[in-house]
């Protein structure tokens, strides 16, 4: 059972390049999430999806976009990147409404902008 | 807006001692949640706190929550070196099950 599965783990861009991260979870998962982590900031929510073909904005949209075409996957694109998006992006799901469980997160892909 | 609040952001310890971690919020909420996180690794769960004077134990930690106090604490009793990780706290805020985390603590425990 592989849980959440991040692609890639590691990924250095220029500025101005574009990419997409990909999420998936093999928990049927009803909500999916994309989170960023910097240095003595906590991790702050970039995006979230309460189920396929939905997304909304977290506290850090700006700059992201996402899509959950799929169940299981949650995709975090960046259109043109920035050195300020230098970060480690975690995804994590969650079993959805009414439920107590944590959420479930992933290994984290650690992407620099040159 | 929710803000969550962690204190100490660093301890270092001897093993064998016993301290508390705190997080504060500044709003009402259902859920509280404990992770753990070792360097330049993931996120795994410890605790779920779900109602005013919740308390859960696993070994050496134990969580509680005063919902009143919008406070929880993190008790280690006992270091040992393998409780060496960044320990973060974050609050159920909105539909969604969204989380916001606090900023966490660093905890070294010295052999």
């Known amino acids: 059972n592989a849980g959440v599965t991040q692609t890639p783990k590691f990924r250095v861009l220029k500025t101005g390049q574009s990419m997409t991260l990909l999420c998936a979870q093999d928990?049927?998962?009803?909500?999916m999430y994309w989170y960023r982590q910097d240095p003595g900031m906590g991790l702050r929510l970039i995006h979230y999806s309460v189920g396929e073909g939905t997304t909304a904005k977290g506290e850090v949209p700006d700059g992201y976009n996402v899509s959950r075409l799929k169940k299981q996957n949650f995709l975090l694109g960046l259109e043109s990147a920035a050195p300020s998006q230098t970060s480690v992006y975690f995804c994590a799901s969650s079993p959805g409404t009414g439920g107590t469980q944590p959420q479930h997160f992933g290994d984290g892909t650690r992407l620099s902008i040159l | 807006e929710l803000k969550v609040e962690q204190n100490p952001l660093f301890l270092s310890m001897q093993e064998g001692k016993n301290y508390t971690i705190y997080c504060n919020y500044s709003?009402?909420?259902?859920?509280l949640y404990w992770y753990r996180q070792d360097p330049g690794k993931s996120l795994e769960s410890l605790f779920v706190l779900l109602s005013n004077g919740a308390v859960k134990q696993e070994g050496r930690l134990m969580a509680s929550l005063d919902t009143k106090a919008r406070l929880s604490t993190l008790h280690i009793t006992a270091a040992v070196h393998d409780l060496s990780a960044t320990y973060f706290c974050?609050?159920?805020?909105?539909?969604?099950?969204?989380?916001?985390f606090g900023t966490g603590t660093q905890l070294k425990v010295e052999l």
């Open positions: 974050a609050v159920v805020t909105g539909g969604g099950n969204k989380l916001t």
């Open positions: 709003t009402t909420s259902d859920r």
């Open positions: 928990m049927n998962h009803e909500y």
